[in-house]
Structure formats: structure tokens, C-alpha cells
């Protein structure tokens, strides 16, 4: 009896030995484990290019060397966005960041597992065709939100320009993110006494034309976060300087180019926050389908220091040049 008891302890203990053993070399894997990451940005643009930035700072702060990016920019091109995601698909990478709507569109239709992260996104509901949005998908897809408060920016242009009559609001009408904040931001204007009118292009090759059609008919034009007006600012900047009609943006990137102020965010900082959602579902299993979509974490109002000189308008104290530290 005391030889079988003395074997099941010399069995006992190497069932022990050999459960840690496994325990510590999947420890071991999961310390040594690499990730592959494909990025997807829609254009280059110093806001998308500074989400993009912040995004694989994150992730290369928290995981070295044991991160790789493939970073591909589709110029502006939705069939390129497409071609690119699924290669990404097809290379089974273990995140996709899309960067700009197109790229989560093409994302989206390229996988339904791998997960996917949007950023410099302005709404969500509207670029997935999700109706009723609530802030999760539900799906394989989360990200972050570059829309600042838009009834915040319409009270900047009635705080700005509080004799003007006419809004214009400035889009391109290929781009869902742009209707829907010049439909949301209409509800806010007209509440403040403005009358609202839409102006949109179908590409680069009328933003000229339509935005002198605009400058003719407006006191104040309002130009959204939209992908082709800040690939086009300089074009539009040129019409609406000439004319003397002010602008105001939705986002820094564009204020830049062609805007008298605006209430943005730091996309540096939106991409930085998307690269922590990253490292939750890639490192720490967070379910990506429950991830509700997050916001900048703060807003600034900023001002064009050479087109309010050109236009002659002082700026209230509390607004920042575009620059300056926020």
C-alpha cells in the first residue's frame, strides 16, 4: 500500500511539474508574441497624417519592437482603399486601423473578423449605414470620432459674425460625414436666426466654382470636416479671400488652409487614444465589438492669424493662434 501511494505521489508531482511547465512557456509565448498591424489612411493631410502618428506612437510606446506597421495611403482613391484592405485581409494582419471613411468602408467589406479601428472618423452611423446609432457596432469595428460639437461651432460663427444673415455651408456631396454635420448643424443655426443654405461639389473639379457661387450668396460659409475640401483649401481659400466672405472650419487641418477659426482637436491625440483601444483588443482580448466608439479628449477654439489680419477681424482672447501649444 505504501509503494502505490508513494507512486501516485511521483505521478501527482509530475502532472505538477509538467501543467507549470506549459503554464510558464505559454507565459513565456504570449510575453514573446509579435503583432502585425495594417494601416489604411485615405489621403495624405496633416490631420489624417497626425491621427496616423499618434496611433503607432502608442503602440510603439507600449510594445517596441514587437510591433509592425504596414502603412499604405490610397491617395484619395476608394478603389485603392479596397485593394489595400484586402490585402490586409488576405495577410491575416491582427488589426486594421482606417484612417479617413472610405477606409473603414473598404475595411469593413474586406473582413468581418479581423478587427478593425476607425479614426478621423466624424460619424459613424452614417458611414456604416447604421441606423439608430448608439455608439457600438456590435461588429468587428470601433474607433474614434473627430466631430467637435457642432452646436458649439455654430454658436462660433454667430459669436464671430453676429450681423450675418446668410450661412453657406461648404461639402463634398460624395462624402455621408459631410452631410450629416451640415444637416445637424443647420438645426443650430437656424435656431440662432440664420438662414442656411448647401453648396456642394462632386470632386476637386468644381470646388472653384461652386465655392464662388457660394461666396456670392452667403455672409459666412461654414466647410465641415471633409476629406476633399481639405485636400482643396488652398483652392477654396483663393475664391473666398478674393471675395472677402470668412470661413469657418470644422477641423484645425482645414482652418489652416482656408478658415478664420475653428474649434478642432488634436489628431495627434484622437490617434493616440485609437492606438490604447488597440493594444486593449490586440494585447489585453478586449472584445472589439462592445468598444464604444470615443471622442477627442478636448476641443480648442483657434483662428488663422494671416487670413483674420487679410479680413481685418479681432479674435476674442480666449481663442489660440493655429500653433500654439494647446
Known amino acids: 500500500m505504501k509503494k502505490i501511494l508513494a507512486m501516485l505521489c511521483v505521478v501527482a508531482m509530475a502532472l505538477c511539474a509538467t501543467a507549470c511547465g506549459s503554464s510558464s512557456n505559454s507565459s513565456s509565448s504570449d510575453a514573446n508574441k509579435s503583432y502585425k498591424i495594417g494601416i489604411c489612411q485615405l489621403i495624405q493631410h496633416p490631420a489624417l497624417d497626425a491621427a496616423t502618428k499618434g496611433f503607432k506612437a502608442y503602440l510603439t510606446e507600449k510594445l517596441g519592437d514587437k510591433v509592425s506597421f504596414t502603412e499604405q495611403n490610397a491617395a484619395g482613391d476608394s478603389a485603392t482603399c479596397a485593394t489595400i484592405c484586402n490585402q490586409f485581409a488576405s495577410d491575416n494582419v491582427d488589426l486594421i486601423l482606417s484612417n479617413g471613411t472610405a477606409a473603414l468602408q473598404a475595411a469593413v467589406s474586406a473582413t468581418k473578423t479581423i478587427p478593425i479601428l476607425g479614426t478621423s472618423i466624424t460619424d459613424y452611423g452614417s458611414a456604416l ?120 472650419a470644422g477641423e484645425e487641418g482645414i482652418c489652416s488652409g482656408c478658415g478664420v477659426a475653428t474649434l478642432s482637436i488634436s489628431y495627434y491625440d484622437l490617434g493616440y487614444t485609437t492606438g490604447e483601444m488597440a493594444y486593449d483588443i490586440i494585447v489585453n482580448g478586449k472584445d472589439i465589438s462592445k468598444m464604444e466608439v470615443k471622442s477627442a479628449p478636448k476641443f480648442t477654439k483657434e483662428y488663422n492669424v494671416e487670413i483674420c489680419k487679410a479680413l481685418g477681424l479681432d479674435i476674442p482672447s480666449d481663442y489660440k493662434a493655429i500653433g500654439e501649444d494647446k
Not at 454658436?155 to 455621408?176: A, Q
Request: glycine share 6%; net charge negative; aromatic share 6%.
Open 129 to 248: 449605414g447604421i441606423d439608430n446609432w448608439t455608439g457600438t457596432t456590435g461588429a468587428n469595428v470601433s474607433g474614434t470620432t473627430d466631430l467637435a460639437p457642432l452646436d458649439e461651432q455654430a454658436d462660433m460663427i454667430n459669436e464671430l459674425y453676429p450681423n450675418s444673415k446668410k450661412v453657406g455651408i461648404l461639402y463634398c456631396s460624395g462624402e455621408p460625414n459631410s452631410k450629416y454635420q451640415a444637416t445637424t448643424i443647420t438645426d443650430y443655426l437656424k435656431k440662432l436666426g440664420k438662414t442656411v443654405k448647401e453648396f456642394t461639389f462632386a470632386d476637386s473639379n468644381d470646388v472653384a466654382s461652386v465655392t464662388k457661387t457660394a461666396c456670392g450668396e452667403s455672409d459666412v460659409l461654414y466647410v465641415p470636416t471633409d476629406n476633399t475640401a481639405a485636400n482643396c483649401a488652398k483652392t477654396v481659400n483663393n475664391v473666398a479671400l478674393k471675395e472677402k466672405t470668412p470661413i469657418i
